[in-house]
């Protein structure tokens, strides 16, 4: 296997039009555009393809938007998911349950191979098992890179060796802490009190836990954090969760959080035999979620997805800001290919703010009021009572991104 991704990286192009890095929603969506729009494109995976990620698994119908949009609205569906239109929270000594707008349940691991492959069939090439770091941008002349390109270091996964290739834009996409930009221009901001994420996927966890619903996102919010669950393909339970580390390390170990934070709020604890291997597959972790860069666009390099900045995943929008930037950004990468880096950079700054940064506003205060029990337990009790406030909070993430 790792001779394999050796002999790919030996013979792997060495100049691009156009460079992704990352192979979640928002690099494979900017590759399937970037290749479509007829750019020489490149893909890079750091994991072996179709690796589970830490993610509540639902796709809201905005995301679902961006997917029939790409003309994979079919192909989604033959995941064979789940649709979900009702939400149910417990926490904070209250409780609601409301429909949402029809969105569809589905493992990331399914949903990642299925955009990534679309990709390939566009006309991208991809690369897995291969980290990727982009260079410094050149400080002089006898620096700068040929033909007006920027370089970016590939290294397989057990370093043996390390190639360098060129290209005339960059988009990077690698998620939380976006690794491949540690030595460059971009700096990050981690929010003091973020939480980190946890999550596994219980095998036919429907027959373990047969209060799980169909078709129902499940939201427990307690003190330490918010848990959500939803059945995906197969009769399994995706489970994920945005927790104080404090209150993780207190637990010790992620499935005795998620379990007690399912407990404070209200709804049945995990069973014990989804504590066991074989069960489920191995908790993840991901590092702070609430983040911020100090810039998107700069030399070349234009970033999106988590990578420019995630809040909380609480309303459940972390894929569709993610393939919306994929797709928006494919407009100022032609631009740079073009030549003109000044306009590109500018536009995607813009358009990033505009339609990204602005859709973030309601998750950000839903976060600030979530650290706040008492304001939070207010919350729960209005909302549970006058379910028409709920309708318009819910129409604010219905607020339409355009193209
Ligand atoms: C607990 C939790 C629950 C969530 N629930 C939901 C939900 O229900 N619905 C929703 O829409 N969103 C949800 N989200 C958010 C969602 O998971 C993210 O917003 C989404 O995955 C972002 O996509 P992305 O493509 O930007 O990043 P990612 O999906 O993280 O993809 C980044 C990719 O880059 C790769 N990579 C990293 N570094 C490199 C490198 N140097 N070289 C090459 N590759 C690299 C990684 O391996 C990864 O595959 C949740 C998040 C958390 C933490």
Redesign the pocket.
């Known amino acids: 296997m790792i001779h394999d991704v050796q002999a790919k990286l030996d013979g792997l192009e060495r100049h691009w039009e156009c460079v992704v ?8 969506i900017a590759a399937i555009c970037s290749a479509k729009a007829g750019l020489k494109t490149l893909l ?4 072996a393809l179709g ?1 589970h ?8 119908h905005r ?1 679902l938007r961006v997917l029939t949009s790409l003309g994979l609205h079919d192909a989604v569906r033959r995941l064979e998911g789940q649709s979900t239109h009702s939400f149910w929270l417990k926490g904070f000594g209250g409780e609601l349950e409301r429909r949402v707008p029809e969105g569809f ?1 589905v493992s ?1 691991s399914r949903l ?1 191979r299925l955009l990534v492959t679309t990709a390939i069939e566009a006309g991208a090439s991809v690369i897995d098992r ?4 982009v260079e410094a941008p050149a400080s002089s002349a006898a620096d700068a890179q040929p033909n007006g390109t920027r370089g970016v270091r590939l290294n397989s996964v057990r370093q043996q060796n390390e190639i360098r290739i060129q290209a005339k834009a960059i988009v990077v ?4 802490g ?3 930009l540690k030595s460059t221009e971009f700096e990050e901001r981690i929010a003091e009190s973020s939480h980190v ?3 596994a996927v219980v095998i036919d966890g429907r027959d373990s836990m047969p209060w799980v619903r169909p078709h129902t ?1 499940h939201m427990a919010a307690a003190s330490g954090g918010y848990a ?1 669950l ?1 059945l995906v393909e197969g009769g399994d339970v995706n489970l ?3 927790v104080d580390p404090t209150f993780l390390r207190a637990c010790g170990s992620p499935e005795k959080a998620f379990s007690a934070l399912l407990g404070e709020a209200g709804f049945p604890s995990l069973p014990a035999s989804t504590m066991s291997l074989g069960h489920r597959r191995q908790w993840r972790g ?1 590092p702070s ?1 609430s983040r911020s860069i100090n810039r998107v666009a700069s030399e070349r390099v234009f970033v ?4 420019s900045g ?1 809040v909380e ?1 609480f309303t ?7 393939m919306h ?2 797709a928006l950004v494919t407009r100022s990468v032609k631009i740079a290919v073009s030549g003109d880096l000044e306009t590109a950079e500018a536009d995607w700054a813009q358009d990033w703010r505009r339609q990204i940064y602005q859709s973030q506003r309601t998750c950000r205060r839903l976060a600030w009021l979530l650290r706040h029990p008492t304001v939070a337990k207010f919350g729960v009790s209005i909302a549970a009572r006058f379910p028409g406030l709920t309708g318009r909070l819910i129409d604010q993430f219905d607020v339409e991104l355009s193209a």
């Open positions: 890095i990352g192979g979640g929603p928002a690099g494979a890079i995976e750091r994991h690796k990620k830490v993610c509540g698994a639902c796709l809201n995301a349940a990331r990642d291969v980290t990727a770091t996409a690698d998620g939380l976006h690794p491949s994420g946890i999550g996102i959500g939803v994920a969760a945005a991901t979620l999106v997805g988590d990578a995630y995943p459940g929008e972390g894929m569709a800001w993610a930037g994929g």
